[in-house]
Every structure is written in structure tokens, then in C-alpha cells.
């Protein structure tokens, strides 16, 4: 018999053993989610340090009462200036709308049934009475990107010293410990990703294997019939192969059904304030590699537990 057919009559054999076959596929599947939710986490851990890898923020703060106009063109000429990558602004109207819009569920939901309207209106839920002397300043969020050719922390000063000497300027901020900290969790995450996958290769190989051989207890009638034929070692392993490879591809897949819908309902668990973490499912290549990883460990699993 050729080797297709033995193939094909090892998956053709799956039926006759459903309830095994079914614990196993369960089995098989858990342990690729386990090991696609490690490879989730370490690409989203790293995809989020990637952002501000290269990057530096500046917090400028103008002084009170600046003229709005100069401060709006200010703004224009920095999102024109070489190497910037995002700037957010806000005009003290603006950042006052944003006070009050943060601050008003808490005045409303704070018990202050017994106040009368005279008070929420001065203390409260609003503060249009300081639409006159707003005591908020023109702020500006600049995130530039460090030009490869230079050294992160003195391009760094030498930026801040460009930014605080614009005109109406008060104060800049920023963290120069930021590159340093992001350059050390890259060179952790590479560090560490290599032995992760080799743990949860190990991890599928031991569980499938020992899966699979509690599976092929039920079959052990019928290997020890076809041993006692003269039946050649090859032709009773290939079926058991073939039901290895098959039972990795499918827990593969459906673990990347599961992967989906933990990393949709982690989106929406964490993109809201104050985290705003955008949880991406793995890429094409990493999703592949995972279901192919799973069907070789399955595989050689099986062809392991078959030979002894």
C-alpha cells in the first residue's frame, strides 16, 4: 500500500475513535492558544515600545495669556519643522473644554443632590465663569524623530534649548530617560522570545505527545493484530502520523479562532481611558508559523508515541 493511502486511511480512521479524537483536538488546541497568547503578548509588548523607540516628546507649555494667534503660528511652523512626527495642541479654551468635560461626571455622580443650583454653577459642573481669566496656558504635545546618524540624549538637549527659546514659551518638558528605558525593553524582548517559543514547543510536544499516546491505547489491540501479521513498522505508524498531523493542523487553526476573539475582546477591555492600548492579533507570519509549528510538534509527536 502506498504511502498516500496509508495517509489517507489514518484520517479516514479518525472516525472510529470520535470521543478520544475530540479530547485530543481540545487538547491540541489549548496548548497552541497558550502558546499564541505568549506570542501575542511579547508582539504587542513589543510593538508598543517600537512606538517611542526613536522618538522623543516634548511638553511645551506658553505663558498665560499669550497671544493665541502667535501661538497658533507657532504651531504651524513646528509641524512643518524637519523630523517631527505628531504634534497635538491645545488653546486654553480647548484644554479648558477638556477640563470640564473630565470633571463633570465626577461632580454629577458625586452626591451633590443637596446643593442648590447657584453653587453647581460656580463649583461644579461647569466653569464657564472662568472664560474670563482662564488660568490654563497653550500647550503642545511634539513628538520628533531622532535622526539615526545622532546620539538620542544631546540631540535631545539640543532640541529643548531650540524649544524653549521660542517666544511666549514658559516651560518644556521632557524625559530623557525614555530612549534608554525603550532601548532596554527591546533588547529584554529579544532576549527573551527565543527560549519562550522553545518553553511552549516543549510545552505542545510533552502535552500532545502524552495526549496522543493515551489516545492510541484505544488502537492497542489493533496495532499489536497488525504486528503479529508480519505487518511492517511503517505501514502501522503512517496512519498514526497522519492522525498527528491532521489533529495539529485543525487544534492550529481553530487556536487562532480562540486567539481572535481574546485579542478582540482585549481591544476593547483596554482601548479606553485612561490605557488606550491597541491590542494587535500576530501577523501573517507569525499566525502561519503557528499553526505549522503546532502540526510538526503534533506530527513528530505522534510518530514518537507510535514507535514505542
Known amino acids: 500500500m502506498s504511502t498516500t493511502r496509508l495517509f489517507l486511511r489514518g484520517v479516514a480512521d479518525m472516525r472510529r475513535f470520535p470521543l478520544p479524537q475530540f479530547c485530543t483536538l481540545l487538547t491540541v488546541c489549548m496548548v497552541a492558544l497558550l502558546a499564541g497568547t505568549g506570542l501575542l503578548i ?7 515600545v517600537l512606538k517611542t523607540q526613536g522618538q522623543a516628546r516634548f511638553q511645551i507649555y506658553w505663558k498665560v495669556g499669550a497671544d493665541v494667534n502667535a501661538v497658533e503660528a507657532q504651531w504651524a511652523d513646528l509641524k512643518r519643522a524637519p523630523g517631527v512626527a505628531e504634534v497635538s495642541t491645545f488653546t486654553p479654551r480647548a484644554a479648558l473644554s477638556e477640563l470640564m468635560r473630565g470633571l463633570a461626571p465626577k461632580v454629577s455622580g458625586g452626591g451633590f ?15 464657564a465663569w472662568l472664560e474670563g481669566e482662564n488660568p490654563l496656558p497653550a500647550t503642545a504635545l511634539v513628538s520628533f524623530d531622532i535622526p539615526p546618524a ?26 530623557p530617560t525614555q530612549l534608554t528605558l525603550a ?25 500532545v505527545g ?3 499516546k493515551l489516545m492510541m491505547l484505544a488502537r492497542k489491540d489493533e496495532v499489536e493484530i497488525l504486528s503479529l501479521v508480519g505487518a511492517r ?34 481591544r476593547a477591555v483596554l482601548d479606553v481611558p485612561p490605557l488606550f492600548l491597541k491590542v494587535e492579533f500576530l501577523p501573517l507570519w507569525q499566525s502561519v508559523a503557528l499553526v505549522l509549528a503546532t502540526t510538526c510538534v503534533a506530527g513528530l509527536a505522534s510518530l514518537i508515541a507510535a514507535r514505542r
Open 42 to 48: 511579547l508582539h504587542n509588548v513589543q510593538h508598543e
Open 210 to 212: 502524552n495526549t496522543l
Open 183 to 207: 532601548t532596554g525593553w527591546i533588547a529584554l524582548i529579544q532576549n527573551a522570545a527565543w527560549p519562550a517559543l522553545g518553553f511552549f514547543a516543549l510545552v505542545v510536544g510533552l502535552v
Open 233 to 266: 513498522p511503517w505501514f502501522i505508524r503512517a496512519p498514526l502520523f497522519a492522525n498527528g498531523v491532521v489533529q495539529g493542523l485543525a487544534g492550529g487553526v481553530l487556536s487562532l479562532f480562540c486567539l481572535k476573539f481574546l485579542q478582540s475582546w482585549l
Open 150 to 175: 545622532e546620539a538620542p540624549e544631546p540631540w535631545m538637549g539640543r532640541m529643548y534649548a531650540r524649544l524653549r527659546g521660542l517666544d511666549g514659551v514658559e516651560q518644556v518638558t521632557y524625559n
Open 113 to 127: 443632590a443637596g446643593a442648590d443650583a447657584g453653587s453647581n454653577a460656580s463649583s461644579g459642573e461647569d466653569f
